[in-house]
C-alpha cells in the first residue's frame, strides 16, 4: 500500500516569501493531519481535516498560514509570508475516519523540510 | 497547557542491551497513549499504543508501561539493535473524540555496535 506523499522534500526561501507543501494522504482515508515539527521537538498539529472540512484548526497561525483540501483528497498547505520561526519540518498524515469513534493510526509521510534565511 | 514531556534527551546503550525510555504526561484526562519511531528524514512510525484501562502491553521486542498513579510511561525496547537507533517520542490522546495527540519532546536513541 502506498504511504502519504508529500513534496517537495526541502525547501530553502527568504522570509516574506510565500510557500506551499503538497501532500496526498493514504487512499481511503478521511482524515488529514497537517503538523509542525521545530528541530529538537514533538511534531504539534496545525490543523486537521475530516474529508474536506476542518476539524481543529485551533494552532494554526492564521495570519500567515492556510490549508486547503477542497475535493477532500489532496491538501495543500501555505505560507505567507514566511517568517525565521517557521524554519521546520512540515509533517502531513492521515487516518481512517475517526469523527467522534476511537481513534486510528495515523501515518505520517516524510515531511517538508523548511528554511527560512 | 498540559503537554507530554521527557525525562532524557539522549540515550546510548549497547547492541544487545536492553533499553528503557521514559516519559511523563501531565494531563490526567489523556486515556491513550503511544509511541512513535522517527528516523532521520522520515515521518514519525507507530510503535505501540496503550490504553489507560491497561498497565501493560507487549509488541515484538518491544514492551509498553504505564502508571497512571504517576503518570508515567515508559518504552522496553528488548535486544536493541542498531536499526533500533532513532527518536522516540511519546505522545497522549482521548481515545474517543476529536482532541489531537500531544507529543513530547523526544528522546534519541544511539546503539552502540
Known amino acids: 500500500e502506498a504511504g502519504v506523499a508529500q513534496s517537495p522534500r526541502y525547501k530553502i526561501i527568504e522570509k516574506r516569501q510565500s510557500v506551499a507543501f503538497w501532500c496526498n494522504p493514504i487512499?481511503?482515508?478521511?482524515?488529514l493531519y497537517w503538523y509542525q515539527q521545530i528541530l529538537g521537538q514533538g511534531p504539534k498539529l496545525l490543523i486537521q481535516f475530516q474529508n474536506n472540512g476542518v476539524v481543529d484548526d485551533s494552532q494554526l497561525p492564521k495570519d500567515r498560514f492556510s490549508a486547503e483540501r477542497l475535493k477532500g483528497v489532496d491538501s495543500t498547505l501555505k505560507i505567507q509570508p514566511a517568517k525565521l520561526e517557521d524554519s521546520a519540518v512540515y509533517l502531513c498524515?492521515?487516518?481512517?475516519?475517526?469523527?467522534?469513534?476511537?481513534?486510528?493510526?495515523?501515518?505520517f509521510g516524510p515531511g517538508t523540510r523548511l528554511t527560512v534565511t | 497547557g498540559e503537554s507530554v514531556g521527557l525525562h532524557l534527551p539522549t540515550l546510548s546503550v549497547q547492541e544487545g542491551d536492553n533499553s528503557i525510555i521514559n516519559c511523563a504526561y501531565s494531563n490526567s484526562a489523556s486515556d491513550y497513549f503511544i509511541w512513535y519511531k522517527q528516523e532521520s528524514g522520515k515521518g514519525p512510525q507507530f510503535i505501540i499504543d496503550i490504553r489507560s484501562n491497561m498497565d501493560k502491553r507487549q509488541g515484538q521486542r518491544v514492551t509498553v508501561l504505564l502508571n497512571k498513579t504517576v503518570k508515567h510511561l515508559s518504552l522496553q525496547i528488548a535486544a536493541t539493535q542498531p536499526g533500533d537507533s532513532a527518536v522516540y517520542f511519546c505522545?497522549?490522546?482521548?481515545?474517543?473524540?476529536?482532541?489531537?495527540?500531544?507529543f513530547g519532546k523526544g528522546t534519541r536513541l544511539s546503539v552502540i555496535a
Open positions: 498524515a492521515s487516518s481512517l475516519d475517526r469523527g467522534s469513534g476511537p481513534i486510528y493510526e495515523q501515518y
Open positions: 505522545a497522549e490522546n482521548k481515545y474517543s473524540g476529536n482532541t489531537p495527540l500531544v
Open positions: 487512499s481511503g482515508h478521511a482524515t
